[in-house]
């Protein structure tokens, strides 16, 4: 079974920079469109930057030029690089792995921007 595995998230203030991983299992990684999600409350989840297996990249507008995603195939793993960051930011961090037949989601990460 594909297993998806985020982490990397936790409390930074605004202005400050985190990097989340997301590392997954069971599936033929480098074959595999990605992207990363992302969940304030009382909000639907959102995208936020998405990495196809080419590694073809776009970004929500509200992060660009200060995301940054990308992927390492030798370690199955996809990043988001999170710099600048602001309380708006401020959500639950979804990464999804688009496999063959399905889509699989992580658990998420708690990201926290204080003012």
């Known amino acids: 079974q594909v297993q998806v595995v985020e982490s990397g998230g936790g409390l930074v203030q605004a202005g400050g920079s985190l990097r989340l991983s997301c590392a997954a299992s069971g599936s033929i990684f480098s074959r595999n469109d990605m992207a990363w999600y992302r969940q304030a409350p009382g909000k639907q989840r959102e995208l936020v930057a998405t990495?196809?297996?080419?590694?073809?990249?776009n970004y929500a507008d509200s992060v660009k030029g200060r995301f940054i995603i990308f992927r390492d195939n030798a370690k199955n793993t996809l990043y988001l690089q999170m710099n600048s960051l602001k309380p708006e930011d401020t959500a639950v961090y979804y990464c999804?792995?688009?496999?063959?037949?399905?889509?699989?989601w992580g658990q998420g990460t708690q990201v926290t921007v204080s003012s």
């Open positions: 990495i196809t297996s080419r590694g073809s990249i």
């Open positions: 999804k792995v688009e496999a063959f037949m399905n889509d699989h």
